[in-house]
């Protein structure tokens, strides 16, 4: 991870190369900052530059041997811990070194920006608590009195610090206050309340603040290359975090498709026309995965249901974007209590049959013409 892969944070970044480049790295350091702010990104770039062997001014090489192995984050003098539990896997006695491959890819899939719940997703315990334990603490221990490997320092990553359990606290408390030679802590936090106070008070604080708005649009333009209008409405509902901004930003693209999908089969639907069907069904319907697939019925449920509500005198209580309203006000009159439940039916079965992988293009001719004799049902 290089400093400049990240978003905004320039006056963090700046003090972290600086206390490199002064020869004054704190051996006990506290990264707090909301969720999605960086500040794993950052500890990882810090301690990526810590260790380059080539470093520029203001970053990391990124190709050094060092730099190589910090990008797959495999160095074997950077050690991560974190927040772990029992899993389908690991029936017993978990720690993080069990989870190491689930981590690097967890890290490599959100660029370090994911939270707590992102990752207990990964690891399939979204109704557990994840803890840092005694055993996390004694690994720790056991491998920085090693002698580092390759380079001259070892790194301890600890994300989550407020997971710590307290025996695992205690554990680390003599470390973090008398560190072996060449060691740097690196403790990621978000809520300073949660943290053991004797922790807290064995580290210097670095605070990462929550992402300017501005940081976040100009950051999904250049990711996703949307349009600055999409960016600016992904980045306000985000306040300031990264991981919603850019996935609010990608399910109100798949929306905006499926919404123009949809209107185009409804349009052919009315008229049964079946090159137009079939064509569709080639270009719209067939590249999507068919978790897609079932999404885009899903919406187009919806569409009924809102058509519904919309003939019955509940107009306000159908929130949509101008355009959807426009169209909806059109396709209204031909939803009725006549049709809606064998449309409710029809998309429920078709979901199914997706779900047990039958045949999309027979699945999709099939309730296509189903509808276009519902909508004579009206
Ligand atoms: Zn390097």
């Given at each position: 991870m290089l400093f400049s892969q990240i978003i905004g944070q320039d006056d963090v970044k700046k003090k972290l190369i600086q206390s490199v480049r002064d020869n004054r790295v704190a051996h006990a350091q506290l990264f707090l900052g909301p969720e999605g702010s960086g500040s794993l990104a950052l500890a990882i770039a810090y301690a990526q530059y810590i260790c380059c062997t080539n470093k520029g001014e203001n970053d990391s090489c990124g190709v050094c041997p060092s730099c190589k192995k910090y990008n797959s984050l495999t160095h074997p003098d950077l050690h991560f811990v974190f927040p772990n539990a029992t899993t389908k896997n690991v029936k017993k006695d978990p720690e993080s070194d069990f989870f190491l491959s689930e981590w690097r890819e967890?890290?490599?899939?959100?660029?370090?920006?994911?939270?707590?719940?992102?990752?207990?997703?990964?690891?399939?315990?979204?109704?557990?608590?994840g803890m840092i334990n005694v055993r996390d603490a004694a690994a720790i221990?056991?491998?920085?009195?090693?002698?580092?490997?390759?380079?001259?320092?070892?790194?301890?990553?600890?994300?989550?610090?407020?997971?710590?359990?307290?025996?695992?606290?205690?554990?680390?408390l003599k470390l973090l206050e008398e560190p072996p030679e060449k060691t740097v802590f690196l403790l990621i936090a978000e809520n300073q309340e949660e943290l053991l106070a004797t922790v807290r008070s064995r580290t210097l604080l670095m605070k990462v603040p929550k992402l300017p708005i501005e940081d976040i649009h100009s950051a999904l333009m250049n990711k996703f290359g949307c349009d600055s209008n999409a960016a600016h409405n992904a980045a306000l509902i985000s306040d300031g975090n990264w991981m919603l901004a850019s996935r609010y930003l990608i399910d109100s693209e798949d929306e905006k498709f499926y919404f123009n999908s949809f209107q185009k089969w409804m349009r052919y639907c009315f008229r049964f026309s079946a090159p137009e069907l079939i064509d569709f069904i080639a270009n719209d319907i067939k590249p999507l995965i068919r978790e897609k697939q079932k999404e885009f019925l899903a919406y187009g449920l919806k569409v009924f249901h809102n058509a519904l509500l919309y003939n019955n005198g509940l107009r306000n209580n159908v929130l949509l974007p101008d355009d959807e309203l426009a169209f909806l006000n059109n396709f209204a009159p031909f939803v009725s209590n006549n049709n809606i439940g064998l449309i409710t039916e029809l998309f429920e079965e078709s979901m199914r049959q997706i779900e047990r992988n039958g045949n999309a293009s027979l699945i999709f001719m099939d309730d296509s013409y189903k509808i276009f004799n519902y909508f004579k049902m009206k």
């Open positions: 967890f890290v490599g899939s959100t660029d370090a920006y994911g939270g707590l719940q992102d990752w207990y997703k990964v690891l399939e315990i979204e109704n557990k608590q221990i056991r491998k920085l009195n090693l002698k580092s490997y390759e380079s001259e320092y070892k790194i301890a990553i600890i994300w989550m610090a407020e997971k710590l359990n307290p025996a695992a606290a205690n554990k680390l």
